[in-house]
């Protein structure tokens, strides 16, 4: 018997866990060019919320009594595809699951030696090729120009705000508490509470790249701060996703027009040819220290529920990761 | 002696005629390498609208006693610059006088063969300039695509919604009066008047592009429709240029993630060296017939005001002009 977490019922407003349910079912056996996979890690991620609505976006949603699907990364127990062995570290989209059967096509095996098997879901995976891709290939970020990330201490943000410092530029970024602060000013970030500090005071210098995990206020402030040719890349609007109705836009998206502003929004999924240009890039950074990353741990699939939903009160330092098995 | 319009006060909403006062004083003479132009066609743009609010924007704003300066075509009457002669046609930047002295090196002479002068500030000049370079290098069109303009009918509207249908595009425009969806059904747009139908009726088969002459509702509407990889031509919002305060942006700004979107904001001054590109392609096809233009011409400099206030309740068909001197 084996265990996975299914939509119970449609989130209002923010998750709670009684929109989740722990479901045993038999194990499944792998057929041709399929492998089975136990999970060891899975990760919970902002944009998950936006699959629980019903509503159609970029991928699937998930139906009431479907499993949670989403990135996970475990070890290969048997397989029959000849590409990958028993032990294999693997990441799968197996999501809110112990195990499962996957298609060999579908699974990426994971260089161990580059970081420990976790970051493959974070620093060396989907969150920091996010933040990898929204620089270069969105923002089109330029040495010696000023970007503001906003929520610089979650996964993909505090890929972000590293990355572009390595590239050469002046990264100002926001978080919610002093600890998570404290840590990116020892990333050399310019770093401010949002809780304490008004965006537009922090940015009152003007920048040249908005990063927007967030949406709501912090877009609004960056608008007014950026300077002529500035851009936005929209990577996700966290302070929205459990909004009920949405809400007003920011009332100087006029600016976009007299600051000749470029506001392009991106879904990682579109760029995965890419994946190993990033990886040859940051893994060495990763390996010598350059890139820092952070993960908050949370032990047992019953607690993912919690985990997820603690993505929206901003708990989280760094990658948060739900440890469904044991990593060795 | 000669005349200008000089601004009397700072519009609050929309302008009103009391804003401006018409001023007399002497005529200048031109120094080496000046040039004294007696102006024909004065322009009235809804960009001015923005330099009179004392807000800094792209170009330099207009203090209280200040001239208008603003798009003008004329004739040489006295040259100190040998690259022009008396009678020659020119584009200047003389805007709401009668004449004036203008360096050189700021003035265009006007090919009068390929069409009449007053063209030069509209079909052949700023106007469907500004609709090219959106198409082409902001929005980057492709045949096949549908685009929608709203405004279409306006100077820069009625371009855009032409040039889009030469470039092989499906165009649906957008105008506010049955005469003005008239013209533009006759030229083979997909026309509605947006004052009967709801744009998002008008664009429930969805768009590839936007071209955004207006803001405000028409944005949402189109945010709404855009499909994935879809682009907004941010050229203007003159729903939103008589604003005392700003109003809140499209609740739906977050579809630019799940979408894919890119908004891009331009302002057609940085554009200058394409110029001649432009009028190679474009003079061709007024020639030929197949860029119609219509023009609604005012006489007398002391009607510059109204024809401007006019801009802001859709009065205009295509380009608005006010003679205040002979054309011959």
Redesign the interface.
Known sequence: MTREIVLAARPEGEPRESDFELRELEDAAPSDGEVLVRNVFVSVDPYMR?RMTGVR??VAGYDVGDPIDGGAVGRVVESRAEQFAPGDWVVSQLGWREQGVVAANRLRKVDTTLGPPSTALGMLGMPAFTAWIGLLEIGRVEAGETIYVSGAAGAVGSAAAQIAKLKGLHVIGSAGTPEKVEWLRSLGVDAFDYRQSRPRDALADGIDVYFDNV?GEQ?EAALSALR?HGRVI????IS?YNDAR??????????????????????IF?HNARFPEFLAEVAPWVREGKLQYRETIVDGIENVPSAFAGLFHGENVGKILVRVGPDD
Chains 1, 2 share one sequence.
Do not use: S
Request: hydrophobic share 40%; net charge positive; aromatic share 8%.
């Open positions: 936006g976006t970029y949406g877009l002529t929209a990577c996700g609007a929205r949405a809400e007003p836009g920011p009332r100087n998206l006029f600016l976009m027009v007299t600051k000749r502003l470029r506001l392009q929004g991106f879904i579109d």
